[in-house]
């Protein structure tokens, strides 16, 4: 079946480092989504990818769909306390939607 | 609009008791999704309705499981009879459109003894 698999798991770095996830889907996407989930929190819609290469910005977040819309991946330029949560991506494919497992996003300051 | 509206927010039962999670979706969404979410599986689709209809429920781990959306502004999740391993917090979203931005509610915490 149809599987996106989403790397590193997990990831510690330093306030003012930056931060990539990576997503990469066993079949092609129609589109990718990806969702911010804060600690004891629900998953909060950030962004959606449609286009093949397409990239978006928001603010110090880098989001990215790949020309073969079957990978995709978010970087975080200096990140900031506030940062801190898990970065979910999520793929439709045909009538199944499927997400990652999330990358768990810790900051130091 | 208040979002999207779960009920209870947390629940604790014991193993064969029966659990109904409510869902109020936002005002005009045609689509609403139930997810379970633990450590070892991560967030799980279970079942998407459009327009009151359930179009894929491939993700309801078993026939304990049953969901129900009587009207564009209310859905359950039924769970007859609860099992420890059914322990995990439970979300309901929607959306307008079915690839559209969903939004989450709170969730439900469920504890089964």
């Known amino acids: 079946g149809q599987q996106v698999m989403q790397i590193p798991q997990y990831q510690h770095v330093q306030e003012g480092e930056d931060f990539t996830t990576y997503c990469n889907s066993s079949t092609t996407l129609s589109n990718i989504q990806w969702y911010k989930q804060r600690p004891g929190g629900h998953p909060v819609f950030l962004i959606q990818?449609?286009?093949?290469?397409e990239v978006k910005k928001q603010k110090r977040l880098t989001f990215q769909f790949g020309e073969a819309k079957k990978n995709s991946s978010l970087h975080i330029t200096a990140t900031q306390t506030t940062d801190v949560g898990t970065y979910f991506c999520a793929g439709w494919g045909g009538n199944k939607l499927v997400f990652g497992a999330g990358t768990i996003l810790r900051v130091k300051s | 609009d208040a979002g999207v509206i779960q009920s209870p927010r947390h629940e604790v039962t014991e193993m064969g008791q029966e659990v109904t999670l409510r869902c109020k979706p936002i005002s005009g969404h045609d689509y609403l999704f139930w997810y379970r979410q633990t450590m070892m599986r991560g967030l799980e689709l279970l079942i998407y309705?459009?327009?009151?209809?359930?179009?894929?429920d491939s993700g309801m781990p078993e026939d304990r499981f049953s969901a129900k959306m009587p009207n564009a502004s209310f859905s359950t999740l039924k769970i007859q009879p609860s099992e420890p391993r059914d322990s995990a917090v439970y979300f309901c979203a929607s959306s307008s459109g079915r690839a559209n931005e969903q939004f989450f509610g709170p969730g439900t915490r469920l504890t089964v003894l």
């Open positions: 990818l449609v286009k093949s290469g």
């Open positions: 309705f459009n327009n009151n209809v359930p179009i894929d």
